[in-house]
């Protein structure tokens, strides 16, 4: 999850990239991935998701891994 610490959304001008790095596992408890911290829903939408999404997904991310 460092790679959501360090990735600067305010820096990042172009195509947002996906936060996934292949470690795809659901937490039970939360319903988030082990690996990126998205829901099931965000996964599957990620691929046809306008920028506008996927800048609320990031947004979204640092918040989760700042609590």
Known sequence: ???IKK???EQHAGALPS???N???M???SGLCIGCLRNIDEIIAWGRADET???QVW???KTR???
């Open 65 to 67: 891994i700042s609590k």
């Open 19 to 21: 936060p996934c790095i």
């Open 53 to 55: 999404y996927k800048r």
């Open 7 to 9: 990735f600067d959304l």
């Open 59 to 61: 947004q979204q991310l």
């Open 27 to 29: 937490d039970q408890e």
């Open 23 to 25: 470690v795809c596992r």
């Open 1 to 3: 999850m460092k790679h």
